[in-house]
């Protein structure tokens, strides 16, 4: 057996409830939360997946697995869009501080984000290129209490990414 491998950290298998017990919330949540409210749906269709990472360029967007199995913050909340009204999702955060934040309408339910089919936004909202936004651009600082965040989707436009167009 080489070094390598007995120095590497056991990874925790992932799947598709990783970080959920940690992020589980509701809106009279008295500690820190982000209790975010999407803008802008398509459609009422999937499920709407809200995640939260370290503020910074190298854990932002990283694999849930890599970052829970080094103790670092992920947390993430999947529900079903409803069928009317304005959902909001509540997320519980380790503490106060910054986070960056990101939202999947998830239309197709396969768990990923494909730019065709789903929308994506980010605390922030900045405006989407071809990779991922900055992270000081997709982040936000929570207090100690519930945070409120209303984060636009963007869906398909042309070769892009952009929010939907009012009326569409």
């Known amino acids: 057996m080489s070094i390598l491998v007995m120095l590497a950290p056991a990874l925790i298998p992932s799947t598709p409830d990783l970080g ?11 500690g820190p939360a982000f209790l975010v409210e999407p803008i802008g749906l398509k459609d009422r269709t999937g499920k709407l997946k809200l995640e939260v990472y370290p503020a910074n360029r190298t854990d932002f967007l990283a694999d849930d697995n890599v970052l829970v199995s080094a103790g670092k913050t992920f ?14 999702l509540c997320i519980r955060l380790p503490g106060p501080g910054t986070y960056a934040v990101s939202l999947l309408h998830d239309r197709d339910g396969d768990r990923k984000f494909n730019w065709k089919i789903d929308g994506i936004g ?14 000081r651009k ?5 207090g100690t209490r519930l945070t409120h965040l209303r984060i636009v989707l963007n869906y398909r436009s042309g070769l ?4 939907l167009k009012q009326g569409s």
């Open 160 to 163: 892009g990414v952009a929010p």
């Open 138 to 142: 997709a982040s936000a600082v929570a």
């Open 75 to 88: 947390r993430r909340v999947e529900v079903p869009v409803p069928a009317s009204g304005t959902p909001s």
């Open 122 to 135: 980010f605390s922030g909202n900045p405006k989407l290129g071809w990779g991922k936004p900055d992270v």
């Open 20 to 30: 959920k017990a940690a992020g589980q919330c509701q809106a009279s949540e008295s």
